[in-house]
């Protein structure tokens, strides 16, 4: 386990086409985190999951997002219709349990909207 | 919800001097303040963290200190290196529950030779 992996690592795709990000985290986290980064910001939350079950999505999480963990490992992000708006760095991070051992990072989807 | 805010958002330093990013805090009820170096094109990685019952943590040539009635904590680097130069994270949270880390804007540390 080389820890918390993302593919695809760059997306360049066409303003109004949906696409989808993969995320395998550290194999016995049980968390899994996704984030944006936008140039100059620190990574704002997305959505998380423990487990399976999503607990929580943020206000930034639209309607066109959205994220599955379907056996509690890999994790999903697709973003339907997508805007320039949404050109950023998606980050992925796992942890077990609440984070006592401190998150693990991806090193990223990096998304571009023309 | 929590507000983290963080400063300098650039600090540039010779060789050999050392080096103070310095975040606040909103939420009281925060206790789990880690730091995360990401360096270009690397994904944040955490360098040093410290919880709400201890004021301050070192390792090696960092240190973080944290005062909790003011709502700030700090990460200090002596004897920078070149290879320190990266965007720093500090990130303020509540230990248990949901457990998510709140960040700041980053710091772009630059260390000159």
């Known amino acids: 386990d080389t820890g918390v992996s993302q593919n695809p690592r760059h997306k360049i795709t066409k303003r109004g086409q949906n696409v989808t990000f993969r995320c395998d985290p550290i194999?016995?986290?049980?968390?899994l985190y996704w984030y944006r980064q936008t140039l100059g910001q620190g990574p704002e939350f997305l959505t998380y999951?423990?487990?399976?079950?999503?607990?929580?999505k943020s206000r930034l999480l639209s309607d066109r997002f959205s994220a599955e963990r379907p056996k509690g490992s890999f994790s999903t992000l697709e973003i339907q219709r997508t805007e320039q708006g949404d050109s950023a760095m998606y980050l992925c991070?796992?942890?077990?349990?609440?984070?006592?051992?401190?998150?693990?990072f991806g090193s990223g989807t990096r998304l571009t909207v023309v | 919800g929590e507000n983290v805010e963080q400063h300098p958002s650039t600090l540039s330093v010779q060789e050999g001097d050392s080096a103070v990013i310095k975040c606040t805090y909103s939420?009281?009820?925060?206790?789990?303040f880690p730091w995360y170096k990401q360096e270009l094109g690397k994904r944040p990685q955490l360098i040093i963290d410290?919880?709400?019952?201890?004021g301050e943590k070192k390792d090696q040539r960092i240190a973080v200190t944290l005062n909790k009635t003011a709502k700030h904590f700090s990460l200090h680097i002596t004897e920078t290196q070149p290879e320190d130069s990266a965007v720093y994270f500090c990130?303020?949270?509540?230990?248990?529950?949901?457990?998510?880390?709140?960040f700041g804007r980053g710091t772009s540390l630059i260390v000159h030779p």
């Open positions: 194999s016995e986290h049980n968390r």
């Open positions: 410290i919880r709400s019952n201890v």
């Open positions: 939420d009281s009820a925060s206790n789990y």
């Open positions: 991070a796992s942890s077990l349990d609440a984070g006592l051992y401190g998150y693990t």
């Open positions: 990130a303020a949270s509540i230990e248990g529950g949901s457990y998510i880390p709140t």
């Open positions: 999951f423990q487990n399976e079950a999503q607990l929580e």
